[in-house]
């Protein structure tokens, strides 16, 4: 299930960004889907709150930080509920599977709505594997709710705009490589203003990746660059890209610029599988993925549970939206360098017909 969603988003973010062609305006219909798209994937990936478990509450205490609070979902049983000096004693069951009861002790300061079926509540392991307190109030009867990860927590919101932003990064570099193709083989400018423009708006995105992916080492690593594989592989891969752009600034006579750089791209995209998805996971790293991590990441782990269901189906939306996103700059950088190209031969003509 995890595959096919990822593939739609991927795929259908492809074609209907080729829908219509990209030198031409997008239809209100499609501005309309991808300002949807958007909207809905920064929605679902920053507003719902996180819900744990009590085992998430243990390994927490045990592995990371027995001063964390753990949001844990489930239900209050206030019938059995016992009242010791100012504390209410009151038995929680989670949403685990399978469920697991434990007592959480709630202040009588902290006040919880009796009524809601689900109370997401932040707690702390107190006396044992069994006992909680409760620090405060999540939220009651959420619509949606996103996993809790321990040693992650709201970091892992980071997976809906990091991975979209890298995966677009590649979608343009392809785009380029095609055009350059086509450029070497027609010998029309307007390839190569596809081409150009597919590079500047690809390396724009792998640039947002690198500054996502960097806030992410800070407050999982602890510095915003550490070398990792995954980081190197990215700064190279910025590098050949810039190296394209001072190519282009380096040759006046605009037939020979647009060969070269179509060379060029041809030869720089050979580098981008190597760079983006072979040596990450050759390498031992911090990042997910790497030869050190045993689930393979959690976009292309096989396991079952790597992903949750709700997190499939935002990262999926997240992939399209990003791609309907790029497609639209990509039109609009496009057309732009047409009209360029255009003034660009009228001044020709112009200077040809004064001589």
Same mark, same amino acid.
């Given at each position: ?10 795929? *259908? ?15 209100? %219909? %499609? ?11 920064? &929605? ?20 990371? +930080? ?6 844990? =979902?489930?239900?209050?049983?206030? #019938? =059995? =509920?016992?009242?010791? *000096? ?28 009796? #009524? ?5 509540? &932040?707690?702390?392991?107190?006396? $044992? ?28 919101? $980071? ?7 890298? %995966? ?7 785009? &380029? ?20 423009? =597919? ?20 407050? $999982?690593?602890?510095?915003?660059? +550490? ?54 996971r050759l390498m031992e790293g911090l990042h997910p ?26 990262? &999926? ?10 497609? %639209? ?27």
């Amino acid at each position: 299930m995890k595959a096919i969603l990822i593939g739609l988003g991927v795929v *259908g973010g492809i074609i209907v960004g080729l829908v219509p062609a990209v030198h031409r305006p997008r239809p209100r %219909w %499609w501005m309309a889907l991808c300002v949807g798209g958007m909207g809905l994937t920064i &929605a679902l990936g920053l507003l719902p709150p996180l819900s744990g478990t009590f085992r998430d509450a243990v390994i927490t205490w045990r592995q990371v +930080n027995p001063e964390l609070y753990v949001p844990v =979902a489930g239900t209050l049983d206030w #019938d =059995a =509920a016992v009242a010791i *000096g100012d504390t209410l004693v009151v038995p929680m069951t989670d949403r685990a599977i399978p469920p697991t009861t434990a007592q959480v002790l709630i202040p009588s300061a902290l006040s919880v709505p009796k #009524d809601a079926s689900v109370v997401i509540l &932040a707690v702390q392991r107190w006396k $044992n594997d069994q006992q909680f307190v409760m620090r405060g109030i999540v939220a009651a009867d959420p619509i949606l709710a996103l996993p809790f990860i321990p040693g992650l927590e709201e970091r892992a919101r $980071n997976l809906f705009f990091h991975v979209p932003l890298s %995966w677009v990064a590649v979608i343009a570099y392809a785009y &380029a490589l095609w055009y350059a193709v086509l450029f070497l083989r027609r010998r029309r400018f307007i390839d190569d203003v596809h081409s150009v423009s =597919a590079v500047s708006i690809g390396t724009l995105f792998a640039l947002l990746a690198t500054v996502t992916g960097s806030i992410w080492a800070k407050f $999982n690593w602890g510095s915003f660059w +550490n070398w990792d594989p995954r980081e190197t592989s990215i700064f190279l891969l910025l590098l050949i890209y810039a190296a394209y752009f001072a190519l282009r600034q380096s040759i006046e006579e605009p037939q020979r610029r647009a060969q070269i750089a179509a060379v060029y791209a041809i030869v720089a995209f050979v580098t981008v599988p190597f760079l983006v998805f072979i040596m990450p996971r050759l390498m031992e790293g911090l990042h997910p993925g790497s030869a050190s991590d045993q689930t393979a990441g959690p976009i292309l782990s096989t396991q079952p549970g790597v992903l949750h269901p709700l997190k499939q189906i935002v990262f &999926a939306l997240s992939m399209f939206s990003f791609s309907l996103l790029f497609f %639209w700059l990509l039109s609009l950088r496009v057309r732009s360098g047409i009209l360029a190209l255009r003034h660009k031969i009228q001044q020709v003509q112009e200077m040809s017909e004064i001589r």
